[in-house]
T-cell receptor, first 115, second 111 residues
């Protein structure tokens, strides 16, 4: 089946630093990738949708200058949390789908802790 | 706006017990409904789905029926196994890319 990986799986950083999270589709070309955020005991919330080679579309309330998304190739999307603060600590999950299919394939998630 | 409500967990069962995880939704129109499962250390996987009222999705012994009249999509399995221990997410989508998830229900099955 389609496999999506994320790196790193866990990251701890100091407040004010930037953190980059990678999402890769390992065995298919992902024309569209999605980034979600999950707080403890809450549902996954879609942050943004990115299509290869174009700017990401952000959901209402998500700061695009804080959460930079790059989808430069058909197998890689990155999420950079800029100037991270403790309130950005969360579980970030990506998913990907290939053209013509509605099913999304999810990565295992990245736990970010900002001290 | 659209939303999904799931029963809080954890749900703790003995092996071979009957499982029900409740899911209700609020949405305009006729969304598609999904159940995803997340095993420890892995990404969410689509378990089953239903795209219209009265459809029944099924996979790996799990079933869920799209009930428009009660706006529900309860997940059931007749006999759970230890390997079914995971977190289960109910979700809806209006045939766009946007999935709206419930909070997830952790299932723990003991031998």
């Amino acid at each position: 089946g389609a496999v999506v990986s994320q790196h790193p799986s866990r990251v701890i950083c100091k407040s004010g630093t930037s953190v980059k999270i990678e999402c890769r589709s390992l065995d298919f070309q992902a024309t569209t990738m999605f980034w979600y955020r999950q707080f403890p005991k809450q549902s996954l919330m879609l942050m943004a949708t990115s299509n290869e080679g174009s700017k990401a579309t952000y959901e209402q309330g998500v700061e695009k200058d804080k959460f930079l998304i790059n989808h430069a190739s058909l197998t890689l999307s990155t999420l950079t949390v800029t100037s991270a603060h403790p309130e950005d600590s969360s579980f970030y999950i990506c998913s990907a789908r290939t053209g013509g299919l509605h099913e999304q394939f999810f990565g295992p998630g990245t736990r970010l802790t900002v001290l | 706006g659209d939303s999904v409500t799931q029963m809080e967990g954890p749900v703790t069962l003995s092996e071979e017990a009957f499982l029900t995880i409740n899911c209700t939704y609020t949405a305009t129109g006729y969304p598609s409904l999904f159940w995803y499962v997340q095993y420890p250390g892995e990404g969410l996987q689509l378990l089953l789905k239903a795209t219209k009222a009265d459809d029944k999705g099924s996979n790996k012994g799990f079933e869920a029926t799209y009930r428009k009249e009660t706006t529900s999509f309860h997940l059931e399995k007749g006999s759970v196994q230890v390997s079914d221990s995971a977190v289960y997410f109910c979700a809806l989508s209006h045939n766009t890319d946007k999935l709206i998830f419930g909070t997830g229900t952790r299932l723990q099955v003991f031998p």
